[in-house]
């Protein structure tokens, strides 16, 4: 068997790649016709994997170009939604719904610890699918259930994503403006498009320096440094919330952008 997963595929994804004792490869991130040439040649049951929002830049999966790619190679799909889940889409399905390849798909993946603010997690197939899982998932079988606390949050949760539509409009709302207010003053937020945004700082010596002061003014924001992404591409990494007010999000980018051209990260 044979699994290939975006480089830039979550650690989670890694560790269950390992799990499987498939062949394991990696193709460049959001390149299909790199993943066509990891695929081509190979006979026995292919796996690609991919994510739905890329948890450390913020940008989208290519599928459509992954499906065209899978299609040829008699490869199926696996995609990560954690952070795109409840969020993408007319009705909150993830990317998959955006951009009309639900069922394209053979294995949806997501968290309940991101847009649902809970534990836990989902896996979404055939029915021969979950059911195989049932059985034969080590890590699964080994967990404990859910807590009814948890479950009871997560309902809840739901219920809202499902009833109050107009908080995905906000949240869009939202990821334009910071978006706008950020690169207006040339803060480098590579290619995000979601409301995962990368402030790309690549100076690992001094990026925890940069969040204490940005902490000290009155923004807390997470720092990530190697090992979660590579040596010299350390970076902030902000989630913007259909909560945010525009107050907040002027008063926060203003703070970011002051502290920013204090250590030469922006003019």
């Keep these: ?30 390149q299909a016709d790199d993943l066509d040439r ?9 796996l690609v994997i991919v994510e739905g929002v890329y948890s450390m830049d913020g940008d989208v999966t290519a599928l459509a170009d992954i499906v065209e790619v899978c299609r040829a190679r008699g490869a199926r799909i696996m ?35 991101k847009s649902l603010g809970g534990q836990g997690g989902y896996t979404a197939g055939s029915l021969k699918l979950i059911n195989y899982l049932r059985g034969f998932s080590r890590s699964r079988f080994f967990s404990c259930a859910l807590s009814p606390v948890v479950v009871a949050g997560l309902r809840k949760a739901l219920e809202i994503a499902s009833n109050e539509p107009e908080l995905r409009t906000k949240l869009w709302e939202n990821v334009a403006h910071m978006q706008k207010l950020l690169g207006d003053a040339e803060v480098p937020i590579g290619d995000s498009t979601s409301q995962v945004i990368p402030i790309m700082v690549r100076d690992d010596a001094r990026v925890l320096a940069m969040g204490e002061e940005l902490f000290r003014e009155g923004v807390y924001i997470n720092p990530v440094i190697y090992p979660a992404v590579g040596k010299h591409k350390s970076r902030f990494r902000m989630s913007i919330s259909a909560a945010h007010t ?22």
Aim: net charge negative; charged share 25%; proline share 2%.
């Design 1 to 30: 068997d044979l699994i290939v997963a975006d480089q830039y595929a979550h650690a989670s994804i890694v560790d269950g790649m390992i799990l499987s004792k498939a062949t394991s490869r990696f193709f460049r991130h959001n």
């Design 38 to 46: 990891k695929l081509k040649g190979f006979d026995g049951k292919k």
């Design 79 to 113: 995609i990560d939604e954690a952070h795109s889940a409840f969020v993408y889409g007319a009705t909150g399905k993830g990317i998959v719904e955006d951009v009309g390849l639900d069922d394209e798909v053979d294995i949806h993946l997501g968290t309940f610890s």
């Design 246 to 267: 525009p107050e907040e999000l002027e008063e926060g980018a203003a703070v970011i952008v002051r502290v920013l051209q204090r250590f030469g990260i922006c003019p």
